[in-house]
């Protein structure tokens, strides 16, 4: 599966590429949101999995950018430092289809992107 | 006798005795700034900015953008703005009646609308056109209020009229901020048990060569042109330096205009900012501080030494002598206005150190270098070189080289924001070169401020900015 | 005479300026030549770090994803522990690994977080930082109650328990932090001695690591009696944050405490926690309190006032504070139906302020 990374911490961007590479998905990184949103077409990813707080564009501005380039399609996963109600229930709002705060567990991450793995299920 | 060599006498003692209390300050400054910067760092080191933004608990804030004619970089400096990490957040522009299009821009940029909104007036200002907010949720945080042009200080109490929050930061709109300043600012305020921490000042920094790009700071640079590189020096030396100490005595006077945190209710019990004067920034703080002495209660300035905001500074002699001819009427109104505080013990450190070091270090010293400068010379052509002034002179300019290079040490120990060795290099003769080319222009305009106040010349000293985006990388 | 005296004392003063002068420059040589060595020292540090974080990144990689056993990776693995743990003699080494295991750790939970734990103690890192612990630095000894917290060491909080009440005010925050990271509400014990006041921030912290638990029903109205005003604060953020119904009265009575600060938390903490009767609390202590703590009544009143509140509600609109009127319109349009039309009745008659409130009312609902 094809996953957009948009992190702006270096850390936590490698663990993220180590662990979804290991799991063979390909990764490509975007160290902030409006990076990622410009990659968007390049890439046409199968799923994003972005952070909140990230310079220029932040994560749910990331959200209505991909649910507007693809209605239908392409999964958001939001993975943010901020756990508040009132953020979580805004990105759902938006289109942000999983929520994880972190510190998130990896292995968690691999089977939450793995639901979203269409060829997987087929 | 005669009266001649009496006035050398004078003349000689006094340049040593100046000097000499040049000196002792340097020492307290350099000390004091030492110990209230390694205290901050080891404080930081294990400070988790993070709990902050995550949190419910947090203060709410309020960013205050005052914007004249700011049309070319409105809308990407906006966005920044929205982009600072912190969650319970406004972001209040205030169009200071801009005779160009700023506003009609906001309004496409930002899909704006306006909105009946009650403006609580416990600040007197000019008239408010309208208050307008934006249709899309993900921009809920900005409030865009058009008024009538009335200057800074009167577009930011329509700012703190309209603000809900706690605190206030108030900002000029084409600074640069780092992500995590506001984290940052509102720490102090959260931390003290003790004093109630009236404002926090930030640190500004020079952002001339630096690149920018979309309203954020890329990669920093050292200015390529000596007058903005000396004044960046020249910041080093008052921000790391000065304001350091001053935070260690808890007698700061002045939190720069661009860059700094109030505490909402405080300022507007007393009045908040002053229109009438060029200097309404260091004018509010002293106003509180005198507010929070007279009410006997405990209080804190607070200042933060990390590089969180970055400005433009001007680079020709034409608008830097404006500006600082502004700075220093700015320094005799505020001091004017507040005299019954001159060596008045009831006033604490805020009268018996600030207000004198104010006094005569930022108001009499330009004045009495200019003239003493003038009578040497004048001494020197009219009887014989007087020597012993002139080796005075040469072994203050040689403390002042001292002192900035202390300076630049400081900054290479603490947050080294220019990395090349060639960088430091580049400082190191700006600030051998700074008491011949520099700093007897800023004494001069000095000079002129005072006369100019004198002469009741209230100009607004505009200064003409380059706008960023002259300096985008190519 | 005098003039002589004069001169003598000037020409004195000629060689101490001479040696002034030299000294400074001498002195700046000095700075310079410090400056240069830090920064050469610096540089030569980057590189060793270049070299350290292969290290770090292949024991984070490990953590992240564990693959099943494996002789060979189980190898590898050991050899560059034991190279780590080597180089831990190495007080730069120690800070770099220990920092890059922390900040890894504050970012991931589950197992991952475990083997990282696994790593540090096998790296020997807390032996240090226990050591840390009796440093006469508050600095080093905060910065060790920290590490030892975020690395989940457990075994040794009864270490730092004794720190809780420490009169630093950074070593006895980090410890207070410790003990609620490692016990959770029960942790929080230390609420009955602690003489020292708990800043903000520090009540943000531990609501933030408490927010991770599961709720508890600890006792938590003990600490409404606290001789310390900011533990009694603290204890009403609690009761509000996790919605603790059954405190109501004991909130309420908290409106007599002689701090004003005491005083708007309990206010606030009314608007999540209210009965019927919540409203007749803050009208009885209205008129004892300053502006600020009336204006929060008058907010916590649009959430708990009712109809039998109009009165007082329609008296607050005649006081001189805007912010008073505009929370009480609120609170008279939330309160009962006819609300909005007594008010609009009022603004025809009144000052134009209640007219403009009215309008930003509008707006706020139409938003």
Redo the contacts between chains.
Sequence with gaps: MKILVAEDDQLMMKMLEFRLRKDGHDVIITHD??EAVAKLDEFQPDLVITDI??????G??VV?AVKKKYPAGTPVIILS?????N?VL?AF??GADDYMTKPFSPNELSVRVRRFDVSAVK | ?SWQ?FIL?LF?YGI?LYSIILLACYLLIGTFSIMETRSYL??N??T?Y??????????SMSILAPAYNEGPTIIENV??L??L?Y?NLEVIIINDGSKDDSLARLIEAYSLYK????V???LKTKPIRGVY?SSN??YRKLIVVDKENGGKADALNVGVNIARSDYFVCIDVDCVLE?DALLKLA?P??????QRVIAAGGVVRIANSCEIE?G?LVKVNLPKQLLPRIQTLEYIRAFLLSRMAWTKLNGLLLISGAFGAFDR?IVINCGGYNPKTVGEDMELVVRMRRYMEELGEPYKVAFIPDPLCWTEAPSTYRILGRQRNRWTRGTIETLRSHKKMFFNPSYGILGMLSYPYWFFFEFLAPIIEFFGVIGLIYYCFEYAVNW?AV??M??VV??G??YS??A??ME??TY?QYKQ?KD?LNL?LAAILEPFVFHPFVVWSAVVGNFDLMRKNNSWGEMTRQGFTANKKA | M??RS?IHL?SI??QI??I??AA??I??IC??T??LA??LS?SLQEKKKQKWRMISDMLINKAIFFEERDEIEDQILASVLEAAKKLTGNKQFRKFITGELISAK?NISGTSSDSLKQFYLQLGLEQYALKNLESRQ??VK??AI?ELTIMDTDEFIDQLQAFTDDKNE?VRM?AQAAMVQFKGFEGLDFLDVIT??????Q???L??LLSARPPSNIGIDKWFNSENP?VVIFAL?LARNYHRFELHDAIASCLDHEDPDVRLEAIRCLNEIYTDETSDHLIGHFLREGL?NQVAMAKVMQTVGTKRDELFLFDLLTYDS??LK?HAARALVNASEDGWTSLERLSNRSEDAIA??L?????EKA?
């Design positions: 949101g409006r707080m990230m310079p220029y564009l932040s749910l501005e209505s430092g901020m756990g508040q109600e953020v805004e709002q938006l | 006798m060599t006498h000689t040593l080891h404080k080191s294990f988790d993070r709990v902050l933004a995550s949190s419910t608990e947090a203060p966005r920044s929205l982009s990490h969650h909105a009946d909104f009650f609580n007036q416990r907010r949720p993900v992500q720490k305020f959260l931390e003290s048990t003790t979309g954020r209710e012993q080796s005075i040469i072994g040689c403390l080289i001292l290079i202390f630049i040490l290479v120990l080294h060795k430091i190191v | 005098k003039g004069l000037l003063s000629w300026q001479n002034a002068v400074v420059v002195l700046m700075l310079l410090f400056m830090y920064m610096q504050k508050w600095y905060a910065q920290q950074y980090e020292y006041p708990l800043s903000n921030w009540q943000i912290k609501l933030q900011t953020k600020r805007d912010e505009l403009r409130i309008m930003h009312i509008k707006a938003a």
